[in-house]
């Protein structure tokens, strides 16, 4: 900004000169307007992530039951998208009903598998100690895929009703861009990386599943 600034005040001391045209001067003065704007909103942005930090940490500073503190929260609505998420892939009967809710090549529903591997990789250890910018990357990442499960399920219902569930969400002011929205024209690699994540959940369920059977077998 400081150079717009700087480049002004020469084109108006040329124009006053004699030597500057008043286009030139009136390009500068735009030029600095616009420099004004991008630090106005650089500023904001920085503003924005310091106060989510703060919102994170005060978060983290709670001193309520542990079941209510904010990282088991987030990791409890997790594990309830996964298993609202496997109802349908362990049962065939709702995987023909509602087919899409388990392909990965449809559109909204790789952008739900997408957002469920991010849970998964920003997911924290809650035995250790986190750093305020972890959780709050963690808290992100579990409400895109609360939205993006529910964008999924819900085209998944339209389809098999024989609704169109694009018209739809244009008909629908929702307040945030659709997350199915940022992957219609995904590459063919985003598209393995969302079979891949899908099948690592499906896994990771399976283990858990079998664990529990056996703690309870051994009880």
């Excluded at 009136?26 to 919102?55: C, H, M, P």
């Amino acid at each position: 900004m400081r150079v717009a600034r700087a480049e002004l005040a020469g084109r108006v001391a040329g124009r006053a000169a004699g030597s500057a045209h008043p286009v030139e001067v009136s390009d500068a003065r735009r030029a600095l307007r616009d420099a004004e704007a991008g630090a106005k909103a650089a500023s904001a942005s920085v503003r924005a992530r310091r106060a989510q930090l703060e919102a994170a940490r005060a978060d983290l500073a709670l001193n309520a039951d542990p079941h209510r503190r904010p990282l088991p929260r987030a990791i409890a609505a997790h594990d309830a998208v996964v298993t609202r998420w496997m109802a349908y892939e362990t049962d065939p009967a709702k995987l023909i009903a509602y087919p899409t809710i388990g392909d990965a090549g449809d559109p909204s529903t790789a952008a739900f598998l997408l957002a469920l591997d991010e849970a998964r990789q920003t997911r924290p250890d809650p035995a250790r100690r986190i750093a305020p910018a972890e959780f709050g990357a963690y808290r992100d990442a579990v409400t895109r895929l609360e939205r993006a499960f529910d964008t999924a399920e819900r085209d998944a219902h339209a389809r098999a009703e024989g609704r169109d569930p694009e018209r739809e969400r244009t008909s629908r002011a929702t307040g945030w861009q659709d997350t199915a929205q940022q992957v219609i024209a995904m590459s063919a690699d985003a598209l393995d990386r969302a079979a891949d994540a899908a099948a690592s959940a499906i896994a990771a369920w399976n283990a858990r599943e079998r664990g529990q059977k056996q703690r309870k077998e051994r009880d």
